[in-house]
């Protein structure tokens, strides 16, 4: 009877390991199916790698992007099979210092390309994966798309630089962008010229023909402008009827002249508005760097002291800084 009794306990405590056993397994299958579930439907770009650098699990989402159906097709694979080659690189010195250093990467910004070849961009966590030793086995990272953002961003960005109006440059965003420009010119020495235009004759076009054909004048001439000049050359609206151009010569005596003369041509050509032909033309004065100076602000000054001499001389002419 005592064996009897033995035996029922030990079956009775192998039943109910049995069923804890069950219980966890059921835990654990749960567990998968649920984190199986969140990888294949988070619109999250997803992932974790051994440290290989090879996928191990990631989100369908980032599958799709790289022209996969499954995540399961890129399980194996590192980044240099489905990325380009630039991008893979960057990737993997990234993800080199989370696996081989321990280095969390925060909110990097990171750039990729979708299905179409269209750049975008995502914002990354990269976090190391440990096992229960405190070894390094890997790492998972976490991006989220931020295209629309930096679109964003670089629409304020460009409005905040550029004209309303005319779509040029406006002052703040050309003395910012042309003087980047003039230390490139110095490491390379070469030299450039500003070219300072102001309108003849446009306050009559608004007191005649109304606003409307003010800022139509403006705008054709704005076009004029960047289409006659090469795509190097940087056209800014300065302000009011003001515009001023940033050029790069080879010649600066021979260069200057024919860019002065064309800019003249393609302004005194009559600008058709409702039928009407107006006619307007424009004083120039141009400084060159760096003969007359080694800043943007010095520059745009004695061009400017130059343009009014030109003014004086009844304008629709150029003239060149003597000091």
Known sequence: MSNTRDLDKLIAHLTNERDLLNNQVSELIEIRDNFIYFFENSSDYIYIKDKDHRFIYLSNALAKITNHDSWRDVVGKTDFDIFPEELAKVYFEEQRKVIEEGKELMGIEEPYFDKNGKQCWVST???????????????????????????????LRL??????????????????YSSQQLSSLKRNNQAAAIIFIDLDHFKPVNDIYGHKAGDHVLV????????????????CRFGGDEFIVFTMLDNVDTDTKIVASNILKIISTPILYNEKKIEIGCSIGISHYPKHGETMNELVKKADEAMYIAKSLEGNTYKICLI
């Open 159 to 176: 409005k905040a630089s550029n004209d309303n109006l005319t779509a040029l440059l406006n002052r703040e965003g050309f003395l910012q």
């Open 125 to 155: 966590s990269k976090k190391p994966m440990y096992n229960s030793n405190g070894e390094i086995i890997g790492l998972i990272g976490i991006s989220r798309d931020i295209t629309k953002i930096k679109e964003l961003e670089e629409a």
């Open 220 to 235: 054709t001439i704005a076009k004029r402008l960047k289409s006659n000049l090469r795509e190097s050359d940087i056209v």
